[in-house]
């Protein structure tokens, strides 16, 4: 079950790995969801799944202005990796599952 709260490191927004949270929730084979990083929570509602495989899309307010983003990556075990593409270039994500989430 890929639902859960990931613990992240987050490279691509700046010179450093960025320490962040990825949220995942299932409903049937819609994913929804947050990415937190900076301090924000960036949520997203369009995802989809299927086995291991994570499509996600839309907005981070960054410090440097919003940027769209559209990617995804794959959640084995509990492991996440991710990545995503930015008109500014691509971010890369990667940790580990922290906590379980139920579906709602």
């Known amino acids: 079950m890929i639902a859960g709260v990931y613990r ?3 490279f691509g927004l700046g010179l450093l790995p960025k320490s962040g949270k990825v949220i995942l929730r299932t409903i049937d084979n819609r994913l929804s969801g947050a990415i937190e990083v900076f301090g924000k929570t960036h949520s997203f509602s369009s995802g989809t799944y299927q086995n291991d495989r994570i499509d996600i899309e839309g907005y981070l307010y960054l410090p440097t202005g919003k940027k769209y983003y559209s990617g995804g990556g794959s959640v084995t075990g509990n492991k996440i990796d991710l990545t995503l593409d930015t008109e500014s270039g691509r971010i890369t ?3 580990k599952k922290v906590t379980k989430q139920e579906n709602s």
């Open 8 to 10: 992240v490191h987050i």
């Open 93 to 95: 994500i990667r940790g």
